[in-house]
């Protein structure tokens, strides 16, 4: 089986409204689907540059996002429908009863508007925008494969990742913002170790540009990449492609899911074959 997918390197900027951000979303999935894209994934926060529109000197609080959730989801949905394609819609901010959770939308082609909330919150999240952890993790089948969406942070914890593995995912999709060099390769380098550890796929991709008008996305260093184990069938470096740092662009690769079961089986090592489940066991 195989998956083509793309990442975009959303640019972050100021924009007077709704409109305005929509009219962003529609060039990037316009782009994807000149090039065959069947899976389209958008950065973490990508909806933060409506606060920008907001009148006060920061711009809105960032529970003012989920005003816009009807709107987000109906653009999003609509599009993955006219193009027919998925799309990972980055993360949006929504309300579960008094609490502000950051949440990742995979929008199908078919209509189908599923969600995932981010499981590990980042202090500043906690601590500046009183944004609250999910309660679990769910994995995704669609005709090409079954696929996880685990958002920037969470990448950072194995234990998740084993657990989205062992629910039958071979792609992990990883939405991220990430604000300095130190963010960013903590993400990235995790990646690697993840795609190594469980022998999948995982396409990340980071916010760039910056939102002059809305505190802590001031700065923003990111670079969407598709990674893979590092073994014979795949690149050295397990980079099957990258973007350009910092760039508003877009990346592109095809995913042949048979060759993870080639070296699941076969590989220099077998990783995921060799765990320990006796000692420390998947998920429960």
Not at 153 to 169: H, S, T
Not at 196 to 207: H, K, M, R
């Amino acid at each position: 089986m195989k998956m083509r997918v793309s990442a975009v390197q959303f640019e972050l900027r100021d924009v007077s409204g709704f409109d305005e951000f929509s009219r962003q979303v529609v060039h990037y999935v316009r782009n994807a689907a000149e090039y065959g894209t069947q899976f389209l994934l958008f950065p973490e926060f990508v909806t933060t540059p409506l606060l920008s529109a907001g009148k006060g000197e920061s711009g809105d609080p960032i529970g003012k996002l989920t005003d816009y959730t009807d709107d987000y989801v109906s653009l999003f949905s609509g599009l993955a429908k006219e193009y027919g394609m998925y799309l990972i819609g980055g993360t949006h901010v929504t309300r579960h009863g008094d609490q502000l959770r950051n949440t990742a939308f995979l929008f199908g082609p078919d209509g189908s508007v599923r969600t995932q909330d981010k499981l590990h919150i980042t202090p500043t999240e906690k601590e500046e925008w009183r944004v609250k952890e999910g309660d679990g993790v769910e994995v995704f089948d669609t005709p090409f494969g079954t696929i996880g969406v685990l958002t920037c942070y969470d990448i950072e914890f194995p234990e998740i990742v084993r657990m989205v593995r062992a629910k039958g995912a071979d792609v992990i999709f990883c939405p991220s913002c990430t604000d300095d060099r130190h963010g960013f390769y903590r993400v990235r380098y995790c990646c690697h170790a993840r795609a190594v550890e469980n022998q999948i796929y995982i396409v990340t991709t980071g916010t760039v540009g910056s939102l002059r008008r809305v505190d802590f996305m001031r700065a923003n260093y990111g670079q969407a990449a598709v990674i893979t184990p590092n073994d014979i069938p795949f690149p050295p470096r397990g980079i099957l492609c990258e973007g350009e740092i910092n760039a508003d662009m877009l990346i592109t690769a095809d995913l042949d899911l048979s060759l993870l079961e080639d070296v699941r089986k076969a590989g220099s090592v077998t990783t995921w074959r060799d765990r320990r489940t006796d000692l420390y066991p998947d998920w429960k």
